[in-house]
């Protein structure tokens, strides 16, 4: 018997390594670190490449390894500039609340906190650096007045969770960003202290709100080994049977280099209303300009769009990103604050806006 079930798994994996491609097949490029991209680039031909959306076909010689930095055609992906028309309406009164929060986020807050973080000499998980970075920022956050707790991985990797309690309701506003670097010494500036620094920003500056909904602010940990953080931290939630508390899951990532004022703003297909939401608010409360990309990969709101929470990636425009992306060059002085100063002030927007739902 043992060996009868031998010979099937052999067949079986026989048949899944050496089964043919057809060169029909499309498929959506979900990495773009160089090291993978030096593997696959060989093996496809570029359908559609904009922003993040990259669609490809494959040799039907192809390794089969190739092919778990490559996602099978869904059929709704795309990518389109937001042009409107606007449908959000907001009372006089909610325009005005809105517009005082957003006057008080402060590039050189920002800047500061980017400058802090990229001093050390490696974020990478694990690293007695990056729990010296985790604990900074967890001090920042109970300053604040936030209620913080861990969730580890394991006893070196954790991620943080800082929850203001609602007023009215338990049901959950969340905003992430990664504080893990690749690993390059005195870098990561964009990668991710940017979208670390909005999140500490948005922080201070939703301090005294009175929320009616649970805000929470997580900062997750080895999402570059691979969505570590927010996998695990997902896996908590849904064996705990809360996930359905989460309403909208904003994730900040490299939200710091830009000179065209063009935000990102990715999800799956399920989720385009979202992405158009905000969109309209981008245009309606900040100077961004919205590109909206259908087919989430790489980042920590994929974990959350699997379980079909609403979530969505606001990030620099992957056309014209940061030339040092996982480079030791990724440094503070390479940043534009403004942009973030416009990211924060999205993203605090949409915070306040479904707040008031």
């Known amino acids: 018997m043992f ?5 099937i798994l052999f067949f079986f994996f026989f048949f899944i390594v050496t089964s043919k491609v057809s060169a029909d097949d499309v ?4 990495t773009a670190h160089p090291h993978d991209l030096e593997k696959i680039s060989p093996f496809i031909t570029t359908l559609h490449k904009e922003g993040r959306l ?12 190739i092919f778990r930095f490559l996602r099978v055609k869904q059929g709704l992906e795309r990518t389109f ?12 009164r909610k325009k005005i609340e809105i517009a005082s929060y957003l006057k008080m986020i402060q590039a050189e807050n920002i800047q500061k906190d980017v400058e802090d973080l990229a001093a050390f000499k490696t974020r990478y998980s694990g690293t007695d650096e990056n729990q010296v ?12 007045g936030y209620e913080v707790s861990e969730i580890c991985q394991n006893i070196r990797v954790c991620n943080l969770v800082a929850d203001k309690k609602g007023n009215e309701q338990e049901k959950i506003i969340l905003v992430e960003a990664h504080i893990d670097s690749v690993g390059a010494n005195f870098a990561g500036a964009d990668d991710n202290a940017s979208g670390v620094a909005v999140l500490l920003e948005m922080a201070r500056v939703l301090k005294d709100y009175s929320n009616k909904k649970r805000l929470r602010f997580l900062i997750t940990n080895g999402e570059e080994q691979g969505l570590l953080g927010s996998t695990h931290y997902v896996k908590a939630l849904s064996s705990e049977n809360r996930l359905k508390d989460i309403e ?10 830009n000179f065209n004022g063009l935000v990102e703003l990715e999800t799956d297909p399920q989720f385009q209303g979202l992405a158009k939401w905000f969109a309209e608010l981008a245009k309606m409360f900040t100077s961004l300009k919205s590109k909206i990309t259908l087919g989430a990969w790489g980042s920590d709101h ?9 979530s969505i990636l606001t990030i620099e425009n992957w056309d014209t990103k940061t030339p040092c992306y996982h480079q030791k060059c990724d440094t503070p002085e390479t940043l534009n604050y403004q942009y973030s100063v416009e990211i924060g002030k999205l993203n605090v927007a949409a915070v306040l806006a479904k707040d008031e739902t």
């Open 54 to 65: 990259w669609m490809v076909t494959v040799d039907e010689k192809s390794p089969s390894e």
């Open 248 to 257: 909208l899951v904003i994730n900040m990532d490299m939200v710091g280099y």
């Open 27 to 30: 498929y959506q490029v979900i």
């Open 302 to 310: 994929v974990p959350f769009l699997k379980r079909n929470v609403p």
């Open 3 to 7: 060996f009868n079930r031998i010979i």
């Open 81 to 92: 500039l937001f042009k409107g028309p606007e449908t959000i309406t907001f009372s006089t």
């Open 133 to 144: 970075a985790i604990l900074k920022v967890k001090t920042r956050l109970q300053s604040l």
